[in-house]
T-cell receptor, first 111, second 113 residues
Framework: GDSVTQMEGPVTLSEEAFLTINCTYT??????LFWYVQYPGEGLQLLLK?????DKGSNKGFEATYRKETTSFHLEKGSVQVSDSAVYFC??????????FGAGTILRVKS | DSGVTQTPKHLITATGQRVTLRCSPR?????VYWYQQSLDQGLQFLIQ???????AKGNILERFSAQQFPDLHSELNLSSLELGDSALYFC????????????FGPGTRLTVT
């Protein structure tokens, strides 16, 4: 079945550092890919998405490119802020149905 | 604010009891999804409803059931509760089946003692 694998955390960075969170997937078809973010005590917020190969999703300085050849959707940000501290989930959806999530990666940004 | 509301925010109950979690989707959204988030299982899909009809089932226990009402709100019923049912339960909605963006509510934290 479909699955998503994310790099284990926590990831601890200093403010203004470069962020990469790796995500790879396994799917039978051509899924849409997502990054969701969960701040402490809150629900999940859609951060960005890509629906086909080579699409780049971007939002709030975060980017991720759908790489079909490597089945990857790595999340990047050029300069993180303390306010980016949260849990980040990579997810996929085939045919717009249920979301299949990775385990989540905790990001801690120190000032 | 995603526009999806869930009540209650917290629920503490004893083993063997039954609870009902409620979800109101975003205005205009026809599809509702339920997910469970626990430390050992992560985020797992439970069940999906579209315009009142069940459309997909995931890892939902037989002790759990759900429904979507004509006004499109949904309820998740959990019965014969066990300690292991303690988790965060999220509802998400999307405009239609096959739409790729799901918007999540704030969740209901269930604690079974």
């Amino acid at each position: 079945g479909d699955s998503v694998t994310q790099m284990e955390g926590p990831v601890t960075l200093s403010e203004e550092a470069f962020l990469t969170i790796n995500c790879t997937y396994t799917a039978t078809g051509y899924p849409s890919l997502f990054w969701y973010v969960q701040y402490p005590g809150e629900g999940l917020q859609l951060l960005l998405k890509a629906t086909k190969a080579d699409d780049k999703g971007s939002n709030k300085g975060f980017e991720a490119t759908y790489r079909k050849e490597t089945t990857s959707f790595h999340l990047e940000k050029g300069s993180v802020q303390v306010s980016d501290s949260a849990v980040y989930f990579c997810a996929l959806s085939e045919y717009g149905n249920k979301l299949v999530f990775g385990a989540g990666t905790i990001l801690r940004v120190k000032s | 604010d995603s526009g999806v509301t869930q009540t209650p925010k917290h629920l503490i109950t004893a083993t063997g009891q039954r609870v009902t979690l409620r979800c109101s989707p975003r205005s205009g959204d026809l599809s509702v999804y339920w997910y469970q988030q626990s430390l050992d299982q992560g985020l797992q899909f439970l069940i999906q409803y579209y315009n009142g009809e069940e459309r997909a089932k995931g890892n939902i226990l037989e002790r759990f059931s759900a429904q979507q009402f004509p006004d499109l709100h949904s309820e998740l019923n959990l019965s014969s509760l066990e300690l292991g049912d303690s988790a965060l339960y999220f509802c998400a909605s999307s405009v239609e089946q096959g739409n790729y963006e799901q918007y999540f509510g704030p969740g209901t934290r269930l604690t079974v003692t």
